[in-house]
């Protein structure tokens, strides 16, 4: 506690009785699991909020690019995001910057921004494997809950949580099913209203900024 003589104190609370994992052993437990899912032909779903976050886990991605050899995609709202911030280099981390050089700062090499729908539409029905980052970050529309759909389903599959889910969220669902469900057993959530068989690897990763 700092040693302070204060008439009064603001401060947020938001994991104020919990004490985070290591951040660096998490971005390295993200990765690893990445590269053992997509190496054994599964796709990897991040839900990710928009706005921080979602440029947060491509820059983890960059950084481990040597480690994750499939196409990395970006969808929903964090595409027009990471447009922004590209926008303005000058405030951003200058070792970032240098990574990219004339490049965008963001989409190059393996990191594909999602254009249209019928590249969403192809990146789901692919039997290739590949990680693909989109919002929402709770899984309570947007990008993300289009392909939850359609991956949910399928055990080679994975949806890694990154970020805070509310307590009526579909993301919040999942990880009670998960520690719930037994070996074997299969959980049905409501992604849309529409009840999807969750068959695939769930797994949360800390990474918030609060």
Excluded: W
Aim: charged share 25%.
């Amino acid at each position: 506690v700092p040693r302070i003589k204060a008439d009064a104190l603001v401060l947020e609370s938001t994991y104020g009785g919990k004490l985070h994992a290591n951040r660096v052993a998490e971005e390295k437990r993200l990765i690893q699991n990445l590269k053992r899912i997509t190496d054994r032909g599964g796709k990897v779903l991040i839900p990710a909020f928009a706005l921080g976050r979602s440029q947060e886990l491509v820059q983890i991605i960059h950084a481990f690019a040597g480690e994750i050899d499939v196409p990395v995609y970006v969808d929903g709202m964090v595409r027009s995001v990471c447009d922004g911030y590209a926008g303005f280099s000058d405030l951003l981390p200058k070792n970032s910057v240098r990574r990219a050089g004339e490049e965008h700062l963001f989409f190059r090499e393996k990191i594909r921004a999602v254009a249209s729908a019928s590249m969403r539409d192809q990146v789901i029905h692919s039997d290739e494997p590949a990680v693909i980052v989109a919002s929402s970050g709770m899984l309570t529309g947007g990008a993300s809950v289009a392909y939850a759909k359609q991956m949910a389903g399928d055990e080679r599959n994975a949806i890694f949580l990154t970020g805070y889910q509310d307590e009526e969220a579909p993301g919040r669902l999942l990880q009670r099913l998960m520690k719930e469900r037994q070996e074997g057993d299969f959980a049905t959530v409501k992604f849309d209203g529409k009840p999807t068989t969750v068959r695939c690897e769930i797994g949360t990763y800390s990474l918030s900024a609060h």
